[in-house]
């Protein structure tokens, strides 16, 4: 891949997309900034300046080599929390906004559910690591609006960074016991189409974080074209990025 505008290592880049992520819920002075302004501000807006961070193990494997304690305390956060845990492994901080960086899968939506539903926070940003189906969407949007607690997830965002970065230019999608899915004699042709979109949205990822357009070659027949198709129609559809 290549592109003009972006001289960032991949690496680089998907760090500047977490920053950006865990930026969300913080508000800036509006006088300038800088130290005379922090003395300013209310405490509201000072509250604003920390958050905690909640993620999934799939999206921890994410953030650990991007970004340590010491850099997420920069980007103002206090406290990182795994979401997996069951109902009472995390206290209620009313007080402070929470981030959110999960898969969007079912089990996380009816985690993030009943969190909102205690309150255990003043508002949520919710970060899906890539895209948010529809029927998904719906699925929650059901779960916060019987509990009546949708006013308290502030934004939504596909933050398309479902790879995990070693080097500045390698990556992994990280599937684990991937070569087992992939050589199934009983796998059907249902399974192996979701193995597929899988894989293609772990590399519209690497194309979206990036901002380039690939060359995409491939060999004929079997699942590597399966891939490149899917992968050519998915950056067609959302070219967007």
């Given at each position: 891949m290549s592109s003009n505008t972006n001289t960032q290592s991949l690496k680089e880049a998907q760090r500047t997309a977490l920053q950006r992520m865990l930026a969300t819920s913080k508000q800036k002075p509006q006088n300038g900034g800088g130290y005379g302004a922090s003395l300013s501000m209310t405490p509201a807006l000072l509250a604003d300046q920390w958050k905690i961070f909640i993620y999934d193990l799939s999206c921890r494997a994410i953030v650990s080599p991007q970004m340590s304690v010491s850099a997420l305390r920069k980007e103002g956060v206090t406290l990182h929390l795994q979401l997996e845990g069951g109902?009472?492994?995390r206290e209620a901080i009313e007080d402070v906004p929470a981030v959110y960086f999960c898969r969007p899968t079912v089990e996380n939506l009816?985690?993030?559910?009943?969190?909102?539903?205690?309150?255990?926070?003043?508002?949520?940003h919710l970060n899906f690591v890539t895209k948010l189906q529809r029927s998904e969407m719906e699925y929650f949007a059901k779960l916060v609006v019987q509990t009546g607690s949708l006013g308290k997830v502030a934004s939504v965002h596909d933050q398309y960074i479902?790879?995990?970065c070693l080097e500045d230019r390698m990556f992994t999608l990280?599937?684990?016991?991937?070569?087992?899915q992939y050589n199934k004699p009983n796998q059907t042709d249902a399974a192996m189409e979701l193995i597929m979109d899988d894989i293609c949205y772990g590399l519209i990822s690497v194309?979206?974080?990036?901002g380039?357009?690939?060359?995409i070659r491939c060999p004929r027949g079997g699942a590597p074209e399966m891939v490149a198709r899917k992968l050519n129609r998915m950056i067609?559809?959302?070219?967007?990025i």
């Amino acid at each position: 891949m290549s592109s003009n505008t972006n001289t960032q290592s991949l690496k680089e880049a998907q760090r500047t997309a977490l920053q950006r992520m865990l930026a969300t819920s913080k508000q800036k002075p509006q006088n300038g900034g800088g130290y005379g302004a922090s003395l300013s501000m209310t405490p509201a807006l000072l509250a604003d300046q920390w958050k905690i961070f909640i993620y999934d193990l799939s999206c921890r494997a994410i953030v650990s080599p991007q970004m340590s304690v010491s850099a997420l305390r920069k980007e103002g956060v206090t406290l990182h929390l795994q979401l997996e845990g069951g109902e009472n492994a995390r206290e209620a901080i009313e007080d402070v906004p929470a981030v959110y960086f999960c898969r969007p899968t079912v089990e996380n939506l009816k985690i993030i559910a009943s969190d909102l539903e205690r309150s255990l926070y003043s508002r949520v940003h919710l970060n899906f690591v890539t895209k948010l189906q529809r029927s998904e969407m719906e699925y929650f949007a059901k779960l916060v609006v019987q509990t009546g607690s949708l006013g308290k997830v502030a934004s939504v965002h596909d933050q398309y960074i479902d790879y995990v970065c070693l080097e500045d230019r390698m990556f992994t999608l990280n599937k684990t016991k991937s070569y087992v899915q992939y050589n199934k004699p009983n796998q059907t042709d249902a399974a192996m189409e979701l193995i597929m979109d899988d894989i293609c949205y772990g590399l519209i990822s690497v194309v979206s974080t990036l901002g380039a357009l690939p060359i995409i070659r491939c060999p004929r027949g079997g699942a590597p074209e399966m891939v490149a198709r899917k992968l050519n129609r998915m950056i067609t559809e959302q070219y967007a990025i």
